[in-house]
C-alpha cells in the first residue's frame, strides 16, 4: 500500500507539471487553456516537486506528513487561482490527504503500541 501511494504522489506530482508547462511553453495542447504567469507557473514546477519529493520521504520513512500537508495546500491554492482548468484536481487533493491522515494516524498507534510493550 506505501508503494501505490508513492505512486500517487508521483503521478499528482507530474500532474502539477502541466501548469509548469502552461506558464513557460506555448503548445498546441494547451493553446485554448488559461494562461499561467510565470511565476504562479514556478510555483506549480515547486508544488510538482513537493510531491514528489513526499513520495521519496515516504518511502524512506522521513518527515513525509509535512511535505504532504504543505503540497497539497499549496496546490489547492493553485486549483483555486486556475478554477476552470484545475478543479478536479481537488478531489486528488482531498484522496491524498486524507490517506496520508489515515497512514500517519495508523502510524502513531503502532508506535504507541510498541512503546507500551
Do not use: C
Amino acid at each position: 500500500m506505501k508503494y501505490f501511494y508513492a505512486l500517487l504522489l508521483i503521478f499528482h506530482g507530474f500532474l502539477h507539471l502541466i501548469g509548469f508547462i502552461k506558464a513557460f511553453f506555448s503548445t498546441e495542447i494547451f493553446k485554448d487553456l488559461l494562461s499561467i504567469s510565470k511565476p504562479m507557473g514556478t510555483l506549480w514546477l515547486l508544488t510538482s516537486l513537493l510531491f514528489i519529493y513526499a513520495s521519496s520521504a515516504l518511502l524512506n520513512n522521513k518527515k513525509w506528513i509535512t511535505l504532504i500537508i504543505i503540497a497539497v495546500s499549496i496546490s489547492q491554492y493553485l486549483i483555486i487561482m486556475d478554477w476552470k482548468d484545475a478543479k478536479v484536481g481537488t478531489i486528488l487533493n482531498i484522496i491524498v490527504l486524507t490517506i496520508a491522515i489515515i497512514g500517519y494516524n495508523r502510524k502513531r498507534r503502532f508506535k504507541a503500541k510498541e512503546s507500551n510493550n
